[in-house]
């Protein structure tokens, strides 16, 4: 469940003698999922504000009981480095589950006509590794349709395999019917449990899938992006073509579908409803979703650039907007130590991070709910993203064994799309019913990750504007 940071608790008494470089990790990590990486030198008054009014969760316990081994380095020592994971949730709804309203959702965030599209699915999903010693932030993307084993707590309901971006729906699903019937009526204590839930599933599989301990995580939904970026504007981005991508209203017999994307090529100032269709459009795109992951990348990279270059956190008055944003919008986990990594505030706002978009191997149809999927090498994938931590340490390290692949990928469909290229830095439906667990398991391919394996899609780096399709 989640819960507001008290003041007076020991925590807050201890978050009171933080140092000023703890206050820029703090801020950090509230925005982390919307791309407000930086540092600065603000106000008591400020931090108070922002420490006593944060949502947090306590999803991360099942997590850490699950995690896998650590990287350790040549001496035996286990890697420091922090793991974060950035959950972007697809909810047209506020934290209490209440629809957004429709003058909301068509003329801001150009996301459709009802709060009811998207479900809870999770569009994004970015494992940020930052490591201990200052050096390169490694950030991981995951495509939402990677079709995977969805791992949910300890004694609930088996999720099955699906979409990675679906665990979140589903868990929250069959925690809502539980705790209903355990007399459970109150529509926003059902809600908040059944995120909670829905968090636990996504931090579970995603770590399950990379075997990649989670020790922290943050999320943020469509509203709380806009509004982030409504602070933040203009966002610089930059586009290989020019594209468009006109909405088209959802009927009862209509799919309804597009972002509103209409931009030119070259780079461009975009504003807050723009920027949230730069970022969700996938339609009229080559690379479909895996293109939509680049924007994604991209726009935090610009982020980043813009908070380094124009010195936001140096402003109180956008601090206090974002700030305010963070406390409305902003899910954190309640045992982030702001210390982990408040050091590394200026690789991240400097340039030192490298964004992969993880390799997937076919695209078939399945039909039924699950309809077109990714298809990965899970064993692959495993190997690939401990590899480029390692690499990323520096030659002194190198990456703990990892346990035998538990998630098979499939390699039902059509043909392999080829060796995917190096990478540097719509509607899912909440179940209407009993969503269907009897999935066939397919085994991974079990090949190893070699230097000659790589990422998805074109270099997408911080510290500058990538141009992007």
Request: aromatic share 6%.
């Amino acid at each position: 469940m989640t819960e507001r940071s008290d003041s007076g608790s020991g925590q807050g008494r201890r978050w009171g003698r933080a140092s000023r470089l703890t206050v820029a990790g703090r801020v950090m990590a509230c925005g982390a999922s919307l791309a407000m990486f930086g540092a600065s030198g603000f106000t008591w008054y400020t931090y108070h504000s922002l420490s006593t009014g944060m949502t947090t969760s306590n999803a991360l316990e099942p997590v850490k009981l699950a995690a896998p081994p650590r990287v350790v380095d040549r001496t035996g020592h286990l890697d420091k480095a922090v793991n974060l994971l950035l959950i972007g949730l697809d909810s047209r709804r506020d934290q209490d589950g209440k629809a957004l309203p429709q003058d909301v959702l068509e003329n801001e965030l150009h996301a459709g006509s009802t709060s009811d599209i998207g479900g809870y699915n999770t569009n994004t999903l970015i494992l940020m590794h930052i490591p201990a010693d200052g050096g390169k932030v490694e950030a991981f993307s995951i495509p939402r349709d990677d079709y995977v084993d969805l791992i949910n707590a300890p004694g609930k309901h088996p999720l099955g395999k699906h979409k990675i971006k679906e665990a979140y729906d589903r868990a929250k699903y069959y925690a809502e019917e539980e705790f209903s019937k355990q007399g459970v009526t109150n529509p926003v204590e059902l809600e908040h449990r059944g995120r909670e839930a829905g968090r636990q599933a996504t931090l579970l599989t995603v770590q399950n899938f990379l075997q990649i301990p989670i020790d922290h995580f943050a999320e943020v939904n469509l509203i709380g992006f806009y509004h982030v970026a409504d602070v933040l504007k203009p966002i610089e981005v930059c586009l290989k073509h020019a594209v468009k991508d006109p909405i088209v209203a959802r009927t009862a017999t209509t799919v309804g579908h597009g972002s509103g994307a209409d931009f030119p090529a070259g780079p461009q100032q975009l504003n807050a409803a723009q920027a949230l269709s730069f970022v969700r459009q996938r339609y009229g795109l080559d690379g479909g979703d895996l293109d939509r992951t680049h924007r994604q990348q991209a726009f935090i990279a610009g982020v980043t650039k813009k908070l380094k270059d124009e010195g936001i956190f140096g402003d109180l008055g956008k601090m206090q907007s974002l700030i305010d944003v963070a406390k409305k919008d902003v899910i954190i986990d309640s045992s982030w130590n702001v210390l982990d990594f408040a050091q590394q505030v200026p690789n991240l706002t400097g340039g030192n991070v490298e964004f992969n978009t993880l390799p997937i191997e076919t695209q078939p149809d399945l039909g039924g709910q699950d309809g077109d999927v990714n298809t990965v090498d899970v064993a692959k994938i495993r190997a690939l993203v401990k590899q480029q931590i390692a690499q990323a340490a520096g030659p002194t390290t190198a990456p703990a064994a990892a346990p035998s692949a538990t998630a098979g990928s499939t390699t039902a469909g059509s043909a392999p799309t080829g060796t995917p290229t190096a990478v540097t830095g719509t509607p899912s439906g909440t179940p209407s019913g009993t969503p269907s667990d009897q999935v066939q398991q397919e085994q991974s391919s079990g090949s190893p990750a070699t230097q000659a394996d790589q990422f998805t899609g074109d270099a997408v780096e911080g510290g500058k504007i990538p141009c992007v399709n």
